[in-house]
């Protein structure tokens, strides 16, 4: 038997680099965070450390959700796996609807009562989150389907 089709093959690399390029910013979520934990000197006193912590914390934990879900990819990928791609690619959609939805709800309450040093710090900055939201669901959409096609593939190969 010759193996996989070289578009799925193709589509193996791509869901491969997806899935290291989003190891690598979970990772660095997960860095930055305990950083943030660790040293962080607040300029507006008792108040922001606070807050930092707790962005510190919500920064951590689906950084370590992004790197378990990288890897459940990655392996699904390597190996030839369909069941496990099938399950990574309904993680990956579950997670850009959520995604999709947070921006939703983020952009109809964009005008409710916000502690001032959270707006202030990140006022400036709220186009580019935004916009770097949006690039993370698309990319997450796309990678969700992409999961799908090969474990289609996979699937269809096994069939043979």
């Not at 038997?1 to 990772?27: C, H, P």
Request: charged share 10%; glycine share 10%.
């Amino acid at each position: 038997m010759a193996g996989l089709s070289t578009t799925a093959q193709i589509i193996k690399f791509v869901v491969v680099a997806s899935n290291i390029v989003a190891f690598v910013f979970g990772l660095a979520l997960v860095i930055l965070g305990i950083l943030d934990l660790v040293q962080f000197d607040g300029p507006l006193g008792a108040e922001l450390p606070i807050i930092s912590t707790a962005v510190a914390t919500a920064a951590i934990g689906p950084g370590l959700f992004i790197i378990a879900v990288a890897f459940f990819g990655l392996y699904g990928a390597l190996r030839a796996n369909a069941n496990v791609l099938i399950a990574y690619a309904v993680i990956v959609l579950l997670i850009g609807c959520s995604t999709l939805c947070f921006l939703i709800y983020a952009f109809v309450q964009r005008n409710t009562d916000c502690e001032d040093a959270i707006v202030h710090a990140i006022e400036a900055e709220l186009g580019t989150i935004g916009g770097c939201l949006i690039g993370i669901t698309i990319l997450r959409f796309f990678a969700s389907t992409m999961g799908f096609v090969l474990a289609l593939n996979i699937k269809a190969y096994e069939n043979v």
